[in-house]
Structures are given as C-alpha cells and as structure tokens.
Nanobody, 124 residues
Framework: QVQLAESGGGLVQAGGSLRLSCVAS????????KSWFRQAPGKEREFVGT????????YYTDSVKGRFTISRNNAQNTVYLQMNNLKPEDTAVYYC?????????????????WGQGTQVTVSS
C-alpha cells in the first residue's frame, strides 16, 4: 500500500511561484508513473503533468507547458511540481497520484493511489 502526502500549496500573486511536494510512504515508487492533477471548484479533476518511472520522461497539459516542471527525488521517494508564472486560472486543489503500468496517464481512474490534495490560490 502506498500513501501520498502533498504539501507546499498556498496563496500567491499572479506571476509568482510555488513548489509542491508529494512524499510517498509504504513502498518505493521509483518505477511508478507519478502525476499531478488539479481540481477547481465546480470543475472535474484534470491532468496537469506526469513523470514516468524508469527514465523519468515528463508530459504536461498544454496550459502549463513552459511554466510547470515535474521532477523527482528517488532517494526521498518524492515528486515535485514547480509552478512558475502562476495565473489565477491555476487556482485549484492539486493532487498527486501514482500507479503502475499506466498507459493512459491523463485518465483519473487509471491511478491507484492519491494524496489528499493541497490548495493553490493565485490572486490577480
């Protein structure tokens, strides 16, 4: 069983930066697909980006490309989401998710493990 815990959310002005962390416990998740999703009020949870196990290739949704970066520290069983040039539309609860053998990385139901989420609020 894997437990995920996000941290690092907060209130920031537009143009600012935040770094979210997701620490895994219970099992080493180096080989897992690890992704970030977000959910704004009244909207469905949406894919933000992913980092694949093994080689660590990353993919992002178009709206965050060039602004957000996913990285990992395998020794600390942690994945990060660096968010720069934040916009009000980035306001949401951000979740990390992990799973094995995921082919459809953008699909919420593909993931077995989820964190509790961390709130990110960007003021204009």
């Amino acid at each position: 069983q894997v437990q995920l815990a996000e941290s690092g959310g907060g209130l920031v002005q537009a143009g600012g930066s935040l770094r979210l962390s997701c620490v895994a416990s219970g099992r080493t998740i180096t080989s897992y697909t690890k992704s970030w999703f977000r959910q704004a009020p009244g909207k469905e949870r949406e894919f933000v980006g992913t980092i694949l196990g093994g080689g660590g290739v990353t993919y992002y949704t178009d709206s965050v490309k060039g602004r957000f970066t996913i990285s990992r520290n395998n020794a600390q069983n942690t994945v990060y989401l660096q968010m720069n040039n934040l916009k009000p539309e980035d306001t949401a609860v951000y979740y990390c998710a992990a799973g094995m053998g995921i082919s459809r990385v953008r699909v919420v139901d593909a993931y077995e493990y989820w964190g509790q989420g961390t709130q990110v609020t960007v003021s204009s």
